[in-house]
């Protein structure tokens, strides 16, 4: 989709998808290097923003650009939201950031690469350790949104780890 980063308002489809049990697919192997995937406890308001700069900003993700600091820390300090980074040779390549607020449901707030981590097969990995973090609590679906904004490879490696599409809507990202 060609977008107009000049525009106010960029119109997109989200589709929202939704995943019932662990995941069935094979685990992924180990991606080569030095990797770790850590969750991020109680985050510096700069760091968070960062990661969320770094990874979305080629997508349009600007909701919480948008909050103040204090707000933003109020979201993702809550024990309700958990971050998890992946890291490659000692450095951030990735954020996905769980939402549990709801009873027995989890949702993928936010899941992506850094660019610089792009084509490296670092994606699956990434998505099926988020997922088995998120399988780890006492839910019983898992929940996770795309839109046309996002990389083109988002929908096809949600659904390739099991997610199945329930709803899509039009809508608009309203740029700050």
């Given at each position: 989709?060609?977008?107009n980063?000049?525009?106010?308002?960029?119109?997109?489809?989200?589709?929202?998808m939704?995943?019932?049990?662990?995941?069935a697919?094979?685990?992924?192997?180990?991606?080569?290097?030095?990797?770790?995937f850590?969750?991020s406890?109680?985050?510096?308001?700069?760091?968070?923003?960062?990661?969320?700069?770094?990874?979305?900003?080629?997508?349009?993700?600007?909701?919480?650009?948008?909050?103040?600091?204090?707000?933003?820390?109020?979201?993702?300090?809550?024990?309700?939201?958990?971050?998890?980074i992946?890291?490659?040779?000692?450095?951030?390549?990735?954020?996905?950031?769980?939402?549990?607020?709801?009873?027995?449901?989890?949702?993928?707030?936010?899941?992506?690469l850094?660019?610089?981590?792009?084509?490296?097969?670092l994606?699956?990995?990434?998505?099926?350790?988020?997922?088995?973090?998120?399988?780890?609590?006492?839910?019983?679906?898992?929940?996770?949104?795309?839109?046309?904004?996002?990389?083109?490879?988002?929908?096809?490696?949600?659904?390739?780890?099991?997610f199945?599409?329930?709803?899509?809507?039009?809508?608009?990202?309203?740029?700050?």
């Amino acid at each position: 989709m060609s977008v107009n980063p000049s525009a106010r308002r960029i119109p997109m489809t989200v589709t929202f998808m939704e995943m019932t049990a662990k995941p069935a697919a094979l685990p992924p192997p180990i991606p080569r290097g030095k990797i770790a995937f850590l969750r991020s406890e109680n985050p510096p308001i700069h760091f968070y923003r960062y990661l969320y700069d770094a990874v979305g900003r080629k997508y349009f993700w600007v909701d919480r650009k948008k909050l103040s600091d204090d707000k933003l820390a109020e979201i993702i300090h809550a024990p309700t939201n958990h971050l998890y980074i992946l890291y490659t040779e000692g450095s951030p390549a990735g954020m996905a950031e769980l939402d549990f607020r709801q009873d027995g449901v989890a949702n993928i707030a936010y899941f992506g690469l850094m660019p610089e981590a792009l084509g490296k097969r670092l994606g699956y990995f990434f998505l099926y350790q988020t997922c088995l973090s998120a399988w780890s609590q006492p839910i019983s679906r898992l929940l996770v949104n795309t839109c046309t904004l996002d990389h083109p490879r988002a929908l096809p490696l949600y659904q390739r780890l099991g997610f199945t599409p329930y709803s899509r809507e039009e809508r608009f990202v309203e740029l700050p």
